[in-house]
């Protein structure tokens, strides 16, 4: 129960340590199921239609081994030196040269040109409209070069649509380096008088002297490249692998996407979940009551679900009193209990229910408690402590007139005549009586605690149903002139925050609350509605 020491203590965010609870997280899965399960159904979806329409891609690599000379060696006053560094960053500038446009565009003129391919069938760019940079710039996105860790081979890969493409681009890619790495002035020099040429053919025709001079010496320069590659003389650079073509495509791989859609999706769903309940604010179970309050939870009680035979209906409020074998009927006689035995030392005899807003179940607490009082512990009396809004009177069926107003009006207070009959035995209440002006004022009066103290004389417990906390300051000054004060949350509807401000409120005057009691609350899943439903429905067959 509530710590008595620490029960009028201020709320402080710092001390709002939340813990984790394994069967609350589990309980927000099974309520959100449906949604987490659409999730990870379109995750699903759309990779296996993906898996259907994307193009199959295949994947060529081919080894080769960079050698460089072995380092040299430096001796300066007794002390050895190599040049190791050196070796690295030869090494790290083939990477780059292997990824470079240059060798790019010596490998896609051995090709004879390259057609681009798009990642979903038949819907790819017209490569028709594409120029030589735009085909050269798509080649080089389809090439990885990786180095093989703590060795000197590197391992270059091409992916393309066909398979034997594949296999060409890369082989032809290598051998572009090996022409590049061992003729990169004929090259350089060839990039030089093509960029002339186009600088020409602006003022000249293409039959010009100057013209077909630059392309004789191109030719020239291609017939040197073209002998040099069939040597083959770099030494520096030898073909371990030659790519081969590929059997099956690296992707689509349905069963891969398949399963990593499933986990995408589970985890998208859990996630969104988690989001959607942080977003909500409101109190949704007896743990929230605990963490964001600092009270206990003295009881959670389900919506009400009459049996599917029952003829007579009543409102909710009378469920303890017509339905006693009912689970909701249960919860108030623990309840009861609870506050019994919360301290026994100290008899909690006057009893104020009360809410944050309206429309949260502090009327049906409030009887409900009652009954469970009537039944098992002698006389109770309800009080209409509602003198704006009052709702007892229509859950017994009787008038609201003659009640507490002209009761605390009247000089003598014989509070016998203004007592009415519930038709629960050993429970009396009395109503509001005519709306009074100044509310907060007759429930803070002198004759309001003179009241209570003839009724204590006549009654075993007194109980009040006060306004809405946050409604106006009735609730506040009455739950002075009470023992004990119960706040009612309703799962889904109260605000956390308007619930830590009731408190707030009710602790300001130094009134005790003795915890909350949530109603409307989801126990479906939960073991002790499984405990009880079983209890039950044995009991019923002895």
């Not at 073909?239 to 349905?254: E, H, I, N, Y």
């Not at 179940?361 to 009082?373: D, E, I, M, P, R």
Request: with cysteine; proline share 4%; charged share 25%.
């Amino acid at each position: 129960m509530f710590n008595p020491s620490a029960e009028n203590e201020p709320f402080h965010k710092e001390d709002a340590i939340i813990e984790i609870d394994l069967h609350e997280v589990i309980a927000k899965l099974k309520k959100h199921h449906r949604l987490i399960l659409n999730f990870v159904y379109v995750c699903v979806g759309v990779a296996f239609l993906y898996s259907l329409i994307a193009r199959p891609v295949y994947k060529s690599t081919a080894r080769i081994l960079v050698e460089n000379k072995a380092p040299r060696i430096t001796k300066v006053d007794d002390q050895v030196f190599t040049d190791y560094e050196d070796r690295a960053n030869y090494y790290n500038s083939q990477i780059e040269v292997l990824k470079s446009r240059s060798v790019g565009q010596l490998a896609y003129d051995a090709l004879g040109g390259y057609q681009p391919w798009g990642s979903l069938r038949g819907r790819g760019r017209d490569s028709g409209k594409l120029s030589k940079d735009e085909r050269i710039g798509r080649l080089l996105k389809h090439i990885k070069v990786s180095p093989v860790r703590m060795t000197q081979i590197i391992e270059i890969s091409a992916e393309d649509v066909d398979s034997v493409l594949a296999a060409e681009i890369v082989n032809n890619w290598v051998n572009a380096y090996i022409v590049f790495s061992s003729m990169d002035q004929l090259i350089q020099r060839k990039s030089e008088l093509e960029t002339e040429i186009d600088q020409n053919l602006k003022y000249v025709k293409e039959k010009h002297p100057i013209i077909q001079g630059l392309r004789s010496e191109i030719e020239a320069i291609d017939a040197k490249i073209k002998g040099e590659r069939q040597k083959s003389f770099n030494a520096s650079v030898k073909v371990l692998d030659s790519g081969q073509v590929a059997k099956s495509p690296v992707r689509p791989k349905l069963v891969f996407n398949l399963v990593l859609a499933l986990f995408l999706g589970g985890f998208s769903g859990v996630a969104f979940v988690f989001l959607l309940e942080n977003i909500d604010q409101s109190i949704k179970n007896p743990s929230d009551i605990e963490n964001f309050l600092h009270m206990p939870c003295l009881a959670a009680v389900p919506p009400y679900q009459p049996e599917k035979d029952a003829k007579d209906s009543f409102p909710v409020a009378l469920v303890s009193a017509k339905d006693s074998r009912s689970i909701l009927a249960e919860r108030f006689r623990s309840l009861r209990t609870g506050i019994i035995y919360s301290n026994p030392d100290l008899s909690k005899k006057v009893l104020l229910v009360t809410s944050a807003g309206p429309s949260e179940g502090k009327t049906t607490s409030a009887v409900n408690l009652a009954t469970a009082f009537a039944k098992f512990e002698g006389r109770v009396i309800l009080v209409e402590g509602d003198l704006r809004k009052p709702a007892l009177h229509t859950v017994f069926n009787k008038p609201c007139e003659n009640g507490l107003t002209e009761l605390l009006a009247s000089e003598h207070m014989d509070f016998r005549k203004y007592t009415k009959d519930t038709g629960v035995a050993n429970l009396d209440f009395i109503s509001c009586g005519a709306i009074a002006l100044n509310p907060a004022e007759l429930l803070g009066s002198k004759k309001l605690g003179l009241l209570i103290e003839e009724l204590s004389k006549h009654y075993d417990r007194i109980i009040f149903d006060a306004p809405p906390v946050l409604a106006a300051t009735d609730a506040v000054v009455l739950s002075t002139k009470v023992d004990a004060a119960i706040l009612v949350c309703k799962a889904g509807l109260t605000h956390r925050q308007a619930a830590i401000r009731s408190a707030k409120l009710v602790h300001s005057v130094h009134a005790r609350i003795l915890g909350s009691v949530l109603n409307m609350a989801k126990l479906e899943d939960s073991k002790e509605y499984a405990y009880y439903n079983y209890y039950l429905q044995n009991a019923q067959k002895v």
